[in-house]
C-alpha cells in the first residue's frame, strides 16, 4: 500500500508484486487550499490525515482486498511543505505552510546575504522560500503557540512524511513510550530537501540550526534510509482498525520527486524524468557523487537503501506548470474541467504569438527568482481562449526545456531521453510538444503514476517482494514513445520568443512590493 500525499490531494494505492496497481486498488481525495494573503499557501494537517484514512479504507474496499495480504506500507509526499504539532495531543499547532509559500522572503534575503555559499555547500539547495527551514524560522518568530511549545520541548516539526509516519504509528506496538506518540522519523531524501541537513555528512547540521533562528534538533524528525528493513514502525491501532486488525509495518519513505525517478526505473547514472504535477520536477540521477550546479540547480540526496549512504541526484524545480491548468479552470475559467485543455489546445495551430509565464509564486529553476510574477505576453485583437489554452501547454514544455538547458551544462553532455509521468503527461500535445522544444525522444509509462510507483518499489525491496533493482526493472513498462517533428530553426525561434517573455517577468513583485505584502 501507498499513500502519495501531493500538494493538490493524496493518493492511496495497492500495487501487486508485477508492478501493477490492483483492479480497483486506489483512491484520489483533494484538500483544501488556504491563502489568507497574497503569496501565503497553507494546508490543514488534520483534513489532510483524515483524507489518508479515507482513500486507505476505500482502496481496500474497491479491491476487495484482505488487508492482511499487504506487505507493507510507503509513503511519498509533497517535500518541502512544513508541520508543527503537539508531541503528546498529535494537534497542529499552526496550518501546514505549503512548499509554494512566499511569505519568508526576507528571511531567505537575509540567508542569501550572510550564509549563501555554507548552505549550497552544506545543503545542495539555494536559498529560497521554497523550503522549509525558512518556514520553520518564520513559526518560531510568528506564533505564539509555537514559541510555547517549542520553549516545553514538545512541538515536532517535520514534513508531510513525517507528519503522515507519526499517525500511521500512533500507538504502534513498536512505540515504547506514550502510547499517544508515534515514530517521528523522516527519509534523507526528504532531509534534503529543508536547507537544514548536511547531504554529505547524512545529518542534522547544528550551524544550519543556529542560523535560522536557533530550531532545536531535538524537534526534528530521525533521518534514516528511503528503504530499510529496520522498519519505521507498525501501524497503531487508529489504522490498524481501517486495516482490519492487520500488523502491517511501514517500511519505505521517499520525497515525490525522488519516487518518481525511482518508478521510471532511474537507477543508471544519466537518467533523466520529469515530473508534470502541480509544478515540473526534473531529476538526473548522478550516483555516488553530489554534483555541484553552477547553473541554477539543487544537488540532492535521490535514495537512500542502507543507513550512512544516500544515492544523489541534480534536480530543476519549477513551481508552477499544472495549477496553471487549474487556474484557467477556476480563475479563468475558460475550461470547466482540466482535460478540456488538451482538444482546446489542439484546435489551433500555434499560440498566434502568445507566450504565458505562469510565475504566480516567482520561479525556480534556474532562474531563482522569488519576485518574478505572472504574465501573458503578445496578445492581439485575434487573441482567443483557445490560443491562451496552447500556451499554457507549451509554457509547461518551455520550463522544462530552461531546467534542461542548465542540466546539459552542469554534466557536460546532452541527454538522450526524457521519461514523463504524472498527471499532466496524459497530454499527448504536450508531450510532443516537449519532444519538438527539447530536441529529444520522451517516453511515457505504461503507469503514468511513477510517484507511488516508487514508493511501492522500496517498500518491497524492505520486505523482499523484489530482491533487487534488476528484479524492479522487469515490471516497468512503456506506453508511447514522442520523436521530435520539427527543425532546429523553428525550435530555436520559438525558445527565444520564450525567453524574451520570461525576462520581462522576472523581479516584477519588487517594482511594486505593496502590492504582494512585502513592504
Not at 21 to 40: D, F, K, V
Not at 210 to 228: A, N, T
Not at 480 to 485: C, Q, S
Amino acid at each position: 500500500m501507498v499513500i502519495d500525499q501531493g500538494t493538490t490531494g493524496t493518493r492511496v494505492a495497492i500495487v501487486s508484486s508485477n508492478g501493477v496497481p490492483a483492479r480497483g486498488g486506489w483512491c484520489y481525495r483533494e484538500h483544501m487550499q488556504i491563502y489568507p494573503r497574497p503569496g501565503w499557501v497553507e494546508h490543514d494537517p488534520l483534513e489532510i490525515w483524515e483524507k489518508t484514512k479515507l482513500c486507505m479504507e476505500e482502496s481496500i474496499r474497491k479491491s476487495r482486498i484482505n488487508p492482511r495480504d499487504i506487505a507493507a506500507i510507503g509513503v511519498t509526499n509533497q517535500r518541502e511543505t512544513i508541520v508543527v504539532w503537539n508531541l503528546r495531543t498529535g494537534n497542529p499547532l499552526y496550518n501546514a505552510i505549503v512548499w509554494q509559500d512566499r511569505r519568508t522572503a526576507k528571511y531567505v534575503d537575509l540567508l542569501k546575504e550572510m550564509h549563501l555559499d555554507v548552505i549550497k555547500g552544506k545543503t545542495g539547495l539555494i536559498p529560497d522560500s521554497y523550503f522549509s527551514s525558512v518556514k520553520i524560522w518564520w513559526l518560531m518568530e510568528n506564533i505564539e503557540k509555537v514559541r510555547e511549545y517549542v520553549k516545553r520541548g514538545e512541538a515536532l516539526f517535520g514534513t508531510i512524511d513525517s507528519w503522515i509516519i507519526w499517525n500511521l504509528t500512533r500507538g504502534s506496538r513498536d512505540i515504547l513510550t506514550n502510547e499517544k506518540m508515534g515514530a517521528h522519523v523522516t527519509d534523507y531524501s526528504n532531509a534534503s530537501r529543508t536547507m537544514l541537513f548536511n547531504i554529505h555528512e547524512l545529518k542534522w547540521d547544528d550551524e544550519l540550526l543556529e542560523m535560522h533562528g536557533r530550531i532545536p534538533k531535538e524537534s526534528l524528525p530521525l533521518p534514516r534510509p528511503s528503504s530499510d528493513r529496520e522498519f519505521y514502525g507498525y501501524v497503531g491501532a487508529e489504522v490498524n482498525n481501517i486495516l482490519g486488525g492487520a500488523d502491517i509495518p511501514v517500511a519505505a519513505s521517499i520525497g515525490d520527486q525522488q519516487a518518481a525517478l525511482f518508478g521510471q526505473i532511474g537507477f543508471d547514472v544519466g537518467d533523466v524524468k520529469c515530473t508534470y504535477g502541480t509544478g515540473n520536477f526534473v531529476l538526473i540521477n548522478t550516483g555516488a557523487t553530489a554534483v555541484k550546479s553552477r547553473y541554477g540547480l539543487l544537488t540532492t540526496i535521490y535514495y537512500s537503501l542502507e543507513p550512512g549512504r544516500a544515492l544523489y541526484a541534480l534536480e530543476g524545480s519549477i513551481f508552477i506548470t499544472g495549477a496553471a491548468i487549474q487556474w484557467l479552470r477556476d480563475g479563468l475559467k475558460i475550461i470547466e474541467v482540466s482535460a478540456e485543455i488538451n482538444p482546446l489546445a489542439e484546435s489551433v495551430s500555434d499560440t498566434g504569438g502568445v507566450y504565458f509565464v505562469p510565475a504566480f509564486v516567482g520561479l525556480g529553476a534556474p532562474y531563482w527568482d522569488q519576485y518574478a510574477r505572472g504574465l501573458i505576453i503578445g496578445i492581439t485583437r485575434g487573441t482567443e481562449r483557445r490560443h491562451l489554452a496552447r500556451a499554457t501547454l507549451e509554457a509547461i514544455a518551455y520550463l522544462t526545456r530552461d531546467v534542461v538547458e542548465a542540466m546539459k551544462a552542469d554534466i557536460g553532455k546532452d541527454i538522450g531521453v526524457l521519461k514523463a509521468d504524472g498527471g499532466a503527461s496524459k497530454s499527448d500535445i504536450l508531450l510532443q510538444f516537449q519532444a519538438d522544444i527539447l530536441g529529444v525522444k520522451v517516453v511515457r509509462p505504461a503507469v503514468p503514476e511513477t510517484t507511488s510507483l516508487g514508493a511501492a518499489y522500496l517498500a518491497g525491496i524492505a520486505v523482499g517482494i523484489w530482491k533487487s533493482l534488476d528484479d524492479v526493472r522487469g515490471v516497468w513498462r512503456i506506453d508511447r514513445e514522442f520523436v521530435p517533428r520539427i527543425d532546429s530553426l523553428a525550435r530555436e525561434r520559438l525558445y527565444s520568443g520564450w525567453r524574451a517573455a520570461v525576462k520581462r517577468a522576472l523581479g516584477w513583485a519588487k517594482e511594486i512590493p505593496w502590492a504582494y505584502g512585502y513592504e
